[in-house]
């Protein structure tokens, strides 16, 4: 059977595939019908070995297909001289989609566009990028996607009918899927492996976390290099002209100078905002992860990517709505940052007077020490809190880090109930937003979680989602942060386009959605769940010492 022409980069997983065996009915195609389809096609450039290496020669106008030397003699009789010049002889593939020497081929899409002519066999899948990018073509022999006598419109239309007959699914849960559906996941992982192909190196992570970052970051040009030493990392990318992936809190301050001398670029990795089924401190690896190379979205010091989608990015109506149903989906299941919390009994809230929320935070954080604005306790937070708030209900909520023995930002019960009502424990932080007015928030993602649930919002610090028209903001704002966003516009950008998401059954990249779907239905699980156990205790062991 021949290979579809659109189909899944060779993960190192099973069943990553999005075809099956077989070919659907031929459907008749109208113009408009193919002209979406070629249109969808190429606006995320998928078809063919579009995860390969781009070709050295790009800017090629002629592309020559040839698989011998009658082959050449053929072709160049089409050329003018000039033409021949210019021509570039690429080889090309069998009909397994691998080159002669069992490689994978360069991405076609780095070579062909409606300024090239391509001259090639009919069989050759080149021949369908080429059709569907709008590039000139000459035949060599006919084949599957066309012949010499073929004008364009005969060319597309076989295309298109090819692409349409395959049967698609999806690789997530097995059942049958739309062509439309499997171009838009072809589209996202194709960005994904663009932003994966330079990073050879990574630095700072724990060795529980290196199964699944090594997933996030992957591309078939080359394994993920781990290194505990910064210099060899910085050393190793340097000799393959690439980039380092970090850790940030897990590095030293001095590694970013060194890497500015070494010409290397690093790439900082933290957390997603909706993160896995428990406690990173209890070792629980990530199932959503950011990567940003400008700089790290909790540093409102300096930009990031994440602060540059918010600022400039056009949000197409189509990507609006489905954040809508993003909210609405996450909301409904009772989502929160680390997954789904058990069914809990919070205490009756006082009649009559708002409820506020203070979440505490680990003192220590990375986010709380560049985006606090100088405040970092706890108790200082819960204070300053009630005096904004004096006549509100206070509930203060201790971090589970902290509580769980493993973090900084302690507060002695005692000391808590001289500015708040009560003090919260146990539950999920979804239906503990569900009770209450408003949150108050120094730099925690309580904050976003609270406007998904269109709760009141003040920030005394400054998080990614402060600035941009949707919270009380007492922190200064910086001058980049002037846009004014919707409710929808900030979770398309941070909860769909900026982080990445990590399928914990079939270990493939996969949507935000897919992501929800497996903490809703219980198929979200810790793999690493007796190193949990043992964290637990050393937690326990640590309050109890304290």
């Not at 957390?271 to 400008?294: E, I, Q």
């Not at 700089?295 to 990507?319: C, K, M, N, T, V």
């Amino acid at each position: 059977m021949s290979i579809p022409l659109l189909r899944a980069p060779p993960f190192p997983v099973i069943g990553a595939s999005v075809t099956r065996p077989g070919t659907d009915a031929a459907a008749a195609l109208s113009s408009e019908a193919i002209d979406r389809l070629f249109a969808a096609i190429r606006d995320v450039r998928i078809g063919g070995c579009f995860w390969a290496s781009p070709g050295e020669d790009a800017g090629a106008t002629v592309i020559l297909r040839c698989r011998s030397a009658d082959d050449v003699e053929q072709a160049e009789a089409m050329l003018t001289e000039a033409e021949r010049g210019a021509a570039v002889r690429i080889s090309p593939a069998d009909d397994t989609g691998q080159a002669h020497d069992g490689t994978c081929e360069i991405d076609p899409w780095s070579l062909l566009d409606d300024a090239a002519t391509l001259i090639a066999h009919g069989d050759d899948e080149w021949v369908a990028i080429a059709v569907i990018a709008g590039a000139r073509i000459h035949f060599l022999s006919a084949g599957r996607f066309g012949a010499p006598a073929d004008d364009t419109a005969r060319l597309r239309r076989i295309v298109a009918e090819d692409t349409a007959r395959a049967r698609y699914r999806d690789p997530f849960n097995g059942k049958d899927a739309g062509i439309d559906e499997t171009i838009a996941l072809l589209g996202d992982w194709r960005r994904t492996l663009d932003a994966n192909r330079r990073i050879v190196a990574a630095c700072g992570f724990s060795w529980w976390k290196r199964r699944e970052i090594a997933r996030f970051l992957w591309t078939p040009q080359h394994p993920m290099r781990f290194f505990r030493s910064e210099a060899r990392a910085l050393s190793f990318a340097a000799r393959h002209d690439g980039a380092v992936a970090i850790w940030p809190s897990r590095v030293s301050d001095g590694m970013a100078v060194s890497a500015t001398e070494k010409h290397v670029p690093l790439v900082r990795v933290e957390d997603g905002f909706v993160r896995s089924v428990g406690l990173g401190s209890n070792l629980v690896p990530p199932a959503s992860v950011t990567v940003d190379r400008r700089g790290i979205h909790y540093d409102p010091s300096r930009p990031s990517d994440l602060e540059d989608l918010l600022a400039g990015a056009d949000f197409p109506p189509a990507l609006l709505a489905r954040a809508e149903r993003l909210r609405e989906a996450i909301v409904a299941a009772g989502i929160s940052k680390y997954g789904n919390g058990a069914a809990h009994a919070f205490p009756p809230r006082q009649i009559g007077r708002r409820l506020v929320l203070v979440p505490g935070q680990v003192e220590d954080d990375m986010s709380v020490r560049l985006g606090g604005g100088g405040l970092s306790s706890n108790l200082d937070l819960v204070r300053r809190v009630r005096a904004l708030e004096p006549d509100s209900e206070i509930w203060f909520r201790p971090h589970p880090d902290v509580d769980a023995g493993h973090r900084k930002g302690a507060v002695r019960d005692s000391d808590a109930l001289e500015h708040a009502d009560r003090i919260v424990r146990g539950g999920g932080m979804a239906s503990l937003l569900d009770q209450v007015d408003a949150v108050h928030v120094l730099t925690s993602l309580t904050g976003f979680e609270a406007l998904l649930r269109r709760r009141d919002v003040t920030c005394h610090g400054m998080p990614f989602y402060a600035g941009w028209g949707l919270t009380r903001d007492l922190a200064e704002v910086p001058d980049r942060r002037g846009r004014r966003l919707t409710l929808d516009e900030l979770i398309a950008a941070v909860l769909i386009v900026y982080p990445r998401y990590l399928d914990p059954a079939t270990g493939l990249p996969c949507t935000p959605e897919v992501l929800i779907r497996r903490f809703g239905d219980g198929a979200a699980h810790n793999r690493l769940g007796w190193v949990t156990k043992l964290r637990q205790t050393q937690g326990r062991l640590s309050r109890r010492w304290a």
